[in-house]
Structure formats: C-alpha cells, structure tokens
C-alpha cells in the first residue's frame, strides 16, 4: 500500500476512485469533521486533527491526479499497484504494519460512516425544523386570516345592526309625524266646527236681539173684511181703482 491508497483510506474510498468522487468525499468530510460544529473542546481537537489528515490527503490526491495520473492499471492510484510490502513473506504470518493499516482504514471508514449519519441525522432534524416552522407559519398564518374575517363578520354585522336601528328610528319618526298631522286635522275641524257653531250662535242671538226691538206688524186677516178706508180726492190717481190703495194703507 503507498502513500496514494492511503490517502484514499483516509477519505473512506477505494483505490482508483476518479478525481470527481476524491472532491465530493473531501467536501462532505470538511462539512462534517469541521471544528465550528463541535461542542466542547476535546471533540474539537480531535475535529481538527481529523480535518488536517483529510486536507492532507486531498491535496496528495489532488497533486497526484495534476501531474503524474496515468490512465491504465499501472498508475499508482490503481488498486493493482500496491503489490506486497518488501520482505514479503507467506509463511511468515500476518503482517503487524498491514494490520495496522487495516485497521486504519476501518477506523477511517468507521468514522466516515458516523459522521455521514451524523451530516444524515442532522439534515433530517434541519428538515424537521424547517417543516416545523413552515407548518407553524401556516398555522399563523390560518389564524391570522381566521381573525381578520372574524373582524370583518363583526363589523358587518355591526353596520347592518346600525343600518336597522337607522331605519327602525325612521320609521317612528314617520308614525310620530304621521299621528301628529292626523291629530292636528282632527283638532282643525273641531276648532273649525265649534268656531262655526259660534259665529252661528253669534248671529242667531244677533237675530233675536233685533227681532227684541223691531215693532210688531199685525198681519191683515183674510176672513175678515177689508174696510176701504178714504182717498182725498187730490191723491187719487185718474183712471185707478180703490184696491191698490187699500192694500197701500
């Protein structure tokens, strides 16, 4: 194993991953091991140890795939140039360095796992909030239209509660002015009347006041004879009759 498989160990890869899947592994462990996103201090030390072993590996990686990146099996970014470490022997047993480097890398791998549950967990609970937030701004928002229609409902029903009472008003107005007129032609004719009735007794008594002191006339019988009364001879008319004159007398 050279330097290049480990770097790629150290990001959790496999040898021979392209340069395109180097950067986003190296994005996404920077986000995660970054020590502005830990809480005490011991976490953050080891944050920032961590971090430094990514950028270290990354910058190998990148280096390597800017100058001296082969295509082919041959390069030494392939998984089949690693080949056995020297002094390799099969008999001897396993060998301490590559289990140290196993591992390594497991624990590499491990703490890439976690830390992409981690950056999983974390972006479910930014999603939750976030839905949280929206749901509760729907919900203020329900509520907030729910009060102002209540509003609307009671000054509506307050205009029409004023707009009755203005009628209701009117209309008593209406009956008061109607009674008044009527009665005000009930008390016309009555002070018409008793002033007629007046003025008549008035005249009557007039009447009876000068009939009191007119002479008195007797009226002529007619059953009884006419006498025929007297004319000078210097009033009598020529050529008249007696009956005028005594119907004169």
Avoid at 45 to 54: D, G, M, P, T
């Amino acid at each position: 194993m050279n330097d290049l498989h480990k770097a790629f160990t150290v990001l959790g890869l496999e040898p021979g991953a392209p340069l395109e899947m180097v950067k986003r592994r190296y994005r996404r462990l920077a986000l995660v091991w970054h020590p502005d996103r830990m809480t005490n201090a011991e976490t953050k030390r080891e944050a920032e140890e961590e971090l430094k072993k990514i950028n270290n590996s990354f910058d190998k990686l990148k280096k390597h795939f800017e100058t001296e990146h082969k295509s082919g099996p041959r390069c030494r970014c392939q998984p089949a140039a690693a080949g056995p470490p020297p002094n390799y022997n099969s008999h001897a047993g396993p060998d301490p360095r590559r289990q140290q480097e196993d591992a390594e890398r497991k624990r590499n791998a491990e703490r890439a796992r976690q830390a992409s549950e981690a950056e999983a967990a974390r972006k479910r609970n930014e999603e939750r909030q976030r839905q949280a937030a929206a749901d509760e701004a729907a919900q203020q928002a329900a509520e907030s239209a729910h009060r102002t229609q209540q509003k609307q409902q009671a000054a509506d029903e307050a205009m029409k509660a004023e707009a009755l009472r203005k009628d209701e008003n009117l209309r008593w107005k209406c009956a008061v002015i109607i009674g008044a007129t009527f009665v005000a032609l009930i008390a016309y004719c009555w002070i018409g009347c008793a002033a007629r009735d007046i003025v008549h007794g008035i005249g009557k008594g007039w009447e009876d006041l000068q009939e009191q002191f007119k002479p008195k006339v007797e009226s002529p019988r007619h059953n009884e004879p006419i006498p025929n009364p007297y004319i000078e001879p210097y009033n009598q008319i020529p050529g008249g009759t007696e009956s005028p004159w005594r119907y004169a007398q």
